[in-house]
């Protein structure tokens, strides 16, 4: 496995333009920021508009997309919604048992994950649906991962 992803930051997407303006080719924008050259490539094409590259504007239309991104199933179906603060607060579900319950109630299904990650958004953080878990932790505990672990071997 490669490198761990991460999203670029306004201060890269400076120098990318700073780069780009002195006429480096991506491939080499890429090696010197230690990036991929599709990410670089991904970048442009994503936020470059008639008048140029501007790394504020990209910066922020960025933050929008990761915002919609979160615009989950929960967020988008109040029924739904309402179904598992109801099953997590009320019956003292977990996210499986809600997500299993979800399948046959509604006609669409959504998996524990995406319920843990509504509990632990901005929204149900807000609530305090963490609280109503078996351990109630206000913030998730990011696991490491296998790479991680071999690494430190």
Not at 65 to 81: E, T
Not at 101 to 117: A, G, L, P, Q
Not at 124 to 129: A, E, K, P, T, V
């Amino acid at each position: 496995m490669g490198k761990l992803y991460t999203h670029l930051s306004l201060e890269e997407r400076v120098k990318i333009n700073q780069m780009r303006a002195s006429d480096l080719s991506l491939h080499k924008i890429a090696v010197l920021l230690g990036r991929d050259k599709s990410t670089i490539s991904r970048e442009f094409k994503r936020n470059t508009h008639p008048l140029g590259y501007f790394p504020d504007t990209a910066n922020n239309l960025a933050k929008l997309r990761r915002r919609k991104a979160q615009n989950n199933k929960i967020n988008k179906n109040c029924v739904l919604k309402k179904f598992v603060k109801d099953k997590l607060i009320n019956a003292k579900w977990s996210p499986q048992m809600i997500a299993a319950r979800v399948k046959t109630e509604f006609s669409c299904s959504i998996s524990h994950e995406t319920i843990y990650r509504y509990i632990y958004s901005l929204e149900g953080r807000n609530l305090g649906l963490y609280k109503h878990l078996m351990y109630s932790r206000p913030a998730r505990r990011i696991k490491a991962s296998r790479l991680t672990l071999h690494q430190t071997k």
